[in-house]
């Protein structure tokens, strides 16, 4: 009898063992929030290049780049968890230099914050981190650019 009893518990444990590997991974949080902020961003940059020329704005042009290459990494840590993100044309800012500025700063400091947050991410947290120190150096550069506009 102890016989059995032991083949009935070696099957019941490969079973409550096979289903624990199957359970799912849990769900990664979406980005795609977030890409849209930088790519708002990199809209906002490449516009004021265009209506700023000759003013001596030398930084858009690599605001512009460094805003464009998070778009890129944020849809490349998407596409990796699974999360296809299909971006859309964003509309040109039809603001005042100085409110579009103020506007990207703000949108920014929120996508920092949230890249912040998901720094200790095991897979994706240097990621993470570099592109809040980016979005950190991209609002100290910003508050010059408003800076500057004032003279």
């Not at 991410?121 to 240097?126: I, S």
């Not at 979005?135 to 506009?149: D, F, H, K, P, S």
């Amino acid at each position: 009898m102890e016989k059995v009893d032991k083949q009935m518990e070696r099957r019941v444990w490969q079973r409550v063992q096979s289903r624990q590997e199957a359970a799912p991974p849990p769900r990664q949080e979406s980005l795609k929030p977030w890409i849209l902020v930088a790519q708002e961003n990199t809209a906002v940059l490449r516009a004021l290049q265009l209506q700023l020329i000759g003013k001596q704005w030398d930084g858009l042009r690599q605001l512009e780049r460094d805003s464009a290459r998070m778009v890129h990494a944020l849809r490349g840590i998407s596409a990796m968890q699974g999360q296809i993100v299909r971006l859309s044309p964003v509309p040109t800012p039809k603001e005042m230099p100085r409110r579009a500025l103020e506007k990207s700063f703000h949108r920014t400091r929120r996508l920092r914050e949230e890249m912040e947050r998901r720094s200790p991410d095991a897979e994706y947290g240097v990621v993470f981190r570099n592109l809040a120190e980016k979005c950190a150096e991209l609002c100290t550069t910003l508050a010059e650019l408003i800076g500057r506009l004032e003279n």
